[in-house]
T-cell receptor, first 115, second 113 residues
Framework: DADVTQTPRNRITKTGKRIMLECSQT?????MYWYRQDPGLGLRLIYY???????NKGEISDGYSVSRQAQAKFSLSLESAIPNQTALYFC??????????????FGAGSRLTVL | AQSVTQPDIHITVSEGASLELRCNYS??????LFWYVQSPGQGLQLLLK??????LVQGIKGFEAEFKRSQSSFNLRKPSVHWSDAAEYFC???????????FGSGTKLNVKP
């Protein structure tokens, strides 16, 4: 099983619908992140969480919300999806307890299309 | 604010040729630097990282990168490219307290047979 699992992997929805992307991890990492990837723009940070009670906005949080249900679970919601939220979404984790090993571990991505 | 620039959007090299992908960053202190690779339909995989010490770092799949403080650069190199190296490559920098990672816009590598 993958260390960081994202569901669904692909989703097509319509404008105005509520969508939830889920992420779970088995690495025991404390920090979790949601990124959005658009062609030519690289990865942009939407939200990040350092623990269950600590959630922070990233560069492009408007139109998104998150929930850290447990240390291992971090969900991203689009309350009312719009076409310009069509993108590839990545969940990632990192372990702050070991600075020398502090890297991002990514899930396989969730491709969202909003019609 | 931190920023990461990858000036080359697309690069095409012949199989067996050498490769250099450029990365420049803007950051006031010594950064922590990374290169990630994304194969088609896949997530991002860490190629290598620089935190401190030797400025030439070795990574997986035969890649290396050199940190040059005077040029604010962290270029990725490989002496001989294989067809399986065709992918998109991302340079990233992280704040000193590991709060946020900033990514470049990526460089797509095509490998000609």
């Amino acid at each position: 099983d993958a260390d960081v699992t994202q569901t669904p992997r692909n989703r097509i929805t319509k404008t105005g619908k509520r969508i939830m992307l889920e992420c779970s991890q088995t690495k025991g990492h404390d920090r979790m992140y949601w990124y959005r990837q658009d062609p030519g723009l690289g990865l942009r940070l939407i939200y990040y969480s350092f623990d269950v009670k600590d959630i922070n906005k990233g560069e492009i949080s408007d139109g998104y919300s998150v929930s850290r249900q447990a240390q291992a679970k971090f969900s991203l919601s689009l309350e009312s999806a719009i076409p310009n939220q069509t993108a590839l979404y990545f969940c990632a984790t990192s372990d702050y307890r070991s600075p020398g090993a502090n890297v991002l571990t990514f899930g396989a991505g969730s491709r969202l299309t909003v019609l | 604010a931190q920023s990461v620039t990858q000036p080359d959007i697309h690069i095409t090299v012949s199989e067996g040729a050498s490769l250099e992908l450029r990365c420049n960053y803007s950051y006031g202190a010594t950064p922590y630097l990374f290169w990630y690779v994304q194969s088609p339909g896949q997530g991002l995989q860490l190629l290598l990282k620089y935190f401190s010490g030797d400025t030439l770092v070795q990574g997986i799949k035969g890649f290396e990168a050199e940190f040059k403080r005077s040029q604010s650069s962290f270029n990725l190199r490989k002496p001989s490219v294989h067809w399986s190296d065709a992918a998109e490559y991302f340079c990233a920098v992280v704040q000193y307290n590991f709060n946020k990672f900033y990514f470049g816009s990526g460089t797509k590598l095509n490998v000609k047979p």
